[in-house]
C-alpha cells in the first residue's frame, strides 16, 4: 500500500516550482475561487488566458509559464499536486 503526503496551497506550489524552471507564477484556488496561496492576479486568469488550469471540485491551480513549457508534463504534474491538496 502506498501513501501520499497532504499538501497544503503553499505546499503544492512550492513543489510545483521545485518542477519546473517554466512555471512563472502561480496560485492555488478554492472552489469558490478565492486565492488560498500564490499570485492574486492570477486568480483571474483562471477563466482564460495565457495560463494552464487544473481543477477539481474543491480546488484550481493556475500557472502562468515561460515561452515553452512541457505542457503535458506540467498538467500531470498539476493533477498530482491537486490530488495532494485533496487528501489533506
Do not use: N
Not at 501520499?4 to 521545485?18: F, H, I, Q
Not at 481543477?55 to 505542457?71: C, N, Y
Request: hydrophobic residues 55%; without cysteine; negative net charge.
Amino acid at each position: 500500500m502506498t501513501t501520499r503526503a497532504a499538501l497544503t496551497p503553499s505546499g503544492a506550489l512550492g513543489w510545483l516550482a521545485s518542477l519546473s524552471i517554466d512555471v512563472r507564477a502561480a496560485a492555488v484556488l478554492d472552489a469558490d475561487g478565492a486565492v488560498l496561496a500564490g499570485d492574486p492576479a492570477l486568480a483571474a486568469a483562471a477563466e482564460g488566458g495565457d495560463v494552464i488550469v487544473a481543477r477539481s471540485e474543491a480546488h484550481a491551480i493556475v500557472v502562468r509559464t515561460g515561452p515553452r513549457p512541457l505542457k503535458r508534463l506540467l498538467r500531470a504534474d498539476l493533477r498530482t499536486a491537486l490530488d495532494g491538496l485533496e487528501i489533506a
